[in-house]
Antibody, heavy 126, light 107 residues
Framework: QVQLQESGPGLVKPSQTLSLTCTVS??????????WSWIRQSAGKGLEWIGR???????NYNPSLESRVTISVDTSKNQFSLRLRSVTAADTAVYYC??????????????????WGQGSLVTVSS | DIQLTQSPSSLSASVGDRVTITCRAS??????LNWYQQKPGKAPKLLIY???TLQSGVPSRFSGAGSGTDFTLTISSLRPEDLATYYC?????????FGPGTKVDIK
């Protein structure tokens, strides 16, 4: 059973870079038809999809964050990572990583988020 | 971006009640709609994908329906452990977006 676990600093200063890593256990990040996504949840904006990556390194970002975001993958460590630059208080949120399978279903490709990591609270404050 | 709205924003129901939550998309998304349950202090959990397919291990009292712009999540007989916030999410087009959530309380 695949499990995901976020790790990284819980406090980041304004204008600095937020960095989080998601470690995948119970399965290889390279196997199957999956994207690997980052999602955040704040009181002000609810659930917000940040972006995703395939094991090949192909990425897809939310345009609202694309100028500040980089998602990368390290298949040797079974991890993928998030970097968010120039953070402000508005980036304070719980950050989740999630597996994002794409499945051929009823003639079309569907995807969803399952499973999710437990979440990592990141506070942006001086 | 595709906007998702949910109604009601919150509800209170009794154990055994039938509960229906609605999700409406700002444009047609065919059946590219997923539902999640989030219990307090926990990560969201997938309940329904592709509008109507029950995720493995999810109780059969949960069901999803709809296509195009209008979707529903139904709990056929509410149980105390269903206290949670429920979110819809569209996977039709990037950026992937979520609804604002419906909080379900038990009377």
């Amino acid at each position: 059973q695949v499990q995901l676990q976020e790790s990284g600093p819980g406090l980041v200063k304004p204008s600095q870079t937020l960095s989080l890593t998601c470690t995948v256990s119970g399965g290889s990040i390279s196997s199957g038809s999956y994207y690997w996504s980052w999602i955040r949840q704040s009181a002000g904006k609810g659930l917000e999809w940040i972006g995703r990556i395939e094991a090949s390194g192909n990425t897809n970002y939310n345009p609202s964050l694309e100028s500040r975001v980089t998602i990368s993958v390290d298949t040797s460590k079974n991890q993928f990572s998030l970097r968010l630059r120039s953070v402000t208080a508005a980036d304070t949120a719980v950050y989740y990583c999630a597996r994002d399978p794409f499945v051929f279903l009823r003639g079309v490709i569907h995807n969803w988020f399952d499973p999710w990591g437990q979440g990592s609270l990141v506070t942006v404050s001086s | 971006d595709i906007q998702l709205t949910q109604s009601p924003s919150s509800l209170s129901a009794s154990v055994g009640d039938r509960v229906t939550i609605t999700c409406r998309a700002s444009e047609s998304i065919s059946s590219y709609l997923n539902w999640y349950q989030q219990k307090p202090g926990k990560a969201p959990k997938l309940l329904i994908y592709a509008a109507s397919t029950l995720q493995s291990g999810v109780p059969s009292r949960f069901s999803g329906a709809g296509s195009g712009t209008d979707f529903t999540l139904t709990i056929s007989s509410l149980r105390p452990e269903d206290l949670a916030t429920y979110y819809c999410q569209q996977s039709y087009i990037s950026p992937l977006t979520f609804g604002p959530g419906t909080k379900v309380d038990i009377k």
